[in-house]
């Protein structure tokens, strides 16, 4: 099968190649997908799991991207709940070679079924970042109608979706980012804008919640801007000073199949609209790594079509 894959860590994105890779073998409670659209995060190749496997050991050369849409072409022993043929999207395993790739292996548990109305270039923008604004605003700072949010990069894959969220169980949204990200921003449900470039990010008064995506001085200033009792949830580093009568907290995002099918749900519904900012075919994935101009959203990696899925054992 066909691949992106990197092999020198040392080369950054200048070592991302398209290659041919051997298919990959179904452990037990696993599933082969047939991967349609990938996401990926540009920072991953810093990853030390991009690296080695869980005892340490080097894996590669690895596949990154960890989002994937597609569709069930084999199942491991002892998979159930999926069924061959079926449409899925979902997380793939950190420390596993990802979905930047034709077919990728799967534990079950970590996809969720996709509806037929719902595009695979769009059910790949939803893992990562949509389970990440949820387990920031919900699971870690507890968001409550009536209290007002801070959201930082409002025109990323994650704020994006957090101001929706945020908006749709009545919290005032806050969102900064560049003087570009304005219109999206509001579009997007937040009342008030913050270019960070231009204003003054300490007139936003105190919020009772912060959701950074930026870490550095963003995160820093942002600690001196949570009330009493608030919370500031990043996902950029791990804080170093904690809010006055509050608490900061770091996290990385964890599968969640329930949660997956909520946020399809809400897409289908049109409660929800994630910002695929561009498509991409797999042939240049490896330069979507390098962001030569700045679009909103997430760049998405279109691998196959929908008809026309080839036998599983293609390219053996």
Known sequence: MRAITVRDRDAGVDGLALTDMPYPHAAENDVIVRVHAAGFTPGELD????????????????????????????????????????????????ARNGSLAEYTAVEARNLAPLAADIDHTVAAALPISGLTAWQALFDHAHLTTGQTVLVHGVAGGVGSIAVQLAREVGAHVIGTGRADDRELALTLGAQTFVDLDADDLEHVGEVDVVLDVIG???????????????????????????????????????????RLADLAHRVRTGRLKPVVGAVRPLSEAASAFVRHRRTPGRTIIRVAEEHGTPHPTAGR
């Open 216 to 258: 550095g001085d963003i995160l820093r200033r942002s600690t001196e801007l949570v009330r009493p009792g608030g919370t500031l949830v990043t996902i950029a580093v791990p804080p170093t000073v904690q809010p006055r009568d509050g608490r900061a907290v770091f996290f990385v995002v964890e599968p969640d199949r329930a």
């Open 47 to 94: 990853w030390p799991a991009t690296w080695t496997d869980r005892a340490g050991r080097d894996r590669t050369p690895s596949i990154p991207g960890h989002e994937v849409s597609g569709v069930v072409v084999e199942l491991g022993y002892g998979t159930t709940g999926l069924t061959v043929g079926q449409r899925v999207f979902g997380l793939t395993d950190w």
